[in-house]
């Protein structure tokens, strides 16, 4: 099925937040297949309006060895026939990466293969090459997530430039906030793109939101024009909505709101990647993350860029959102240029991306 003998098998484990996920992809190279995936989703945060650390890495404990084991039996492998583990050791919750990199470490040396140290953000940026062949360097990335929001471009799978990043809110954490804000469940960002979509027109005019950090004579060189910043627009949809109650229109205005904070957002990740791909000559743009479930933003990327010659790829949700098959294909990646890891292999809550350049600042946010 591919160059240089037969396909690597690598098990991917990832626990760095509230998903519980094991897969199993086998390839070389690009030609990488997936052959079973299991995610478990710990319900338990949503009580809480948030992801509640203690409570994620006890349940990470429980259902670790379950997933995995459920993830080998789909794959029809043993430990064994595995020719790595790849688990996500950062960023993330430490207790949380620890049962994943605790276990890893375990299964891998009771198997005789070795351990393989993947980092979430690599992984999100390999999650769409599983789906289509072409999602793959050079090109522009744009990962939008809970915790992370990074412009990069990447020339070729290890070599990373990050271009912009949030200065303050990930996308997905202002989602997060916006809904609760309109009163809508934790999770957030498909609650609120699903009242978007309720919302009636636009009335025309200037918006109800200002574009953040998007100004119409912003240079190259300027140090906002890749970066965004999403607390702002939380604190006008704040006004917004404190507004609309003082009014006794809140219900009649929830969906314009939800409609014009998600446009917002929208129309400043669409111009940055948009920027990225110009500069750096790109034809292929790739998104990643929570937030590329979104199909407002998929929708708005393909409108400006496939028009001016560049291709959009987004991955299907369950590989957008976290998961252990892009961990796996990460990890592939890293155990072909032969960078294994031994026992000594620690969880991290903050580390860069292995092979990143351009950090002006820590990527986490
Ligand atoms: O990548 P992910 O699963 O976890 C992290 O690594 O953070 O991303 C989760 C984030 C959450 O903030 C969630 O609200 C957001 O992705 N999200 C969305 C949508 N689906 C998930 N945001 C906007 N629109 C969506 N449809
Ligand atoms: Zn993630």
Redesign the pocket.
Known sequence: MSRGGRPLRVLGIETS?D?TSAAVVAGRGDDVALRSLVILSQDVHALFGGVVPELASRAHLTSVVPVVRRALDDAGLGPRDLDAVAVTHAPGLVGALLVGVSYGKALAHAAGVPVVGAH?MEG?LFATALEHPDAVPPFTALLV????TLLLDVAAWGEYRQLGATRDDAA??A??KVAKLLGLPY????H??ALARTAPPPRGGKPRFARPMLRANQAPDDADYYDVSFSGLKTAVLHAVRDAERRGALDAERAGIARDFQDALVETLVEKTYRAARAHGRTRVVLG???A???ALVAAMRRRLEPRGAAVFAPT?RL???NAAMIARAGLFRLERGETADLSLNAYAALPIPGLSGERRASSG
């Not at 997530?145 to 992370?148: A, L």
């Not at 999770?187 to 498909?190: F, L, V």
Request: net charge negative; hydrophobic share 15%; aromatic share 4%.
């Open positions: 937040c998903e979430h999100h997530s809970g915790g992370h997905g954490e989602f997060d999770p957030g960002g498909r609120v793109e993350g929570g937030v479930c979104n199909g949700p957008a959102t976290d």
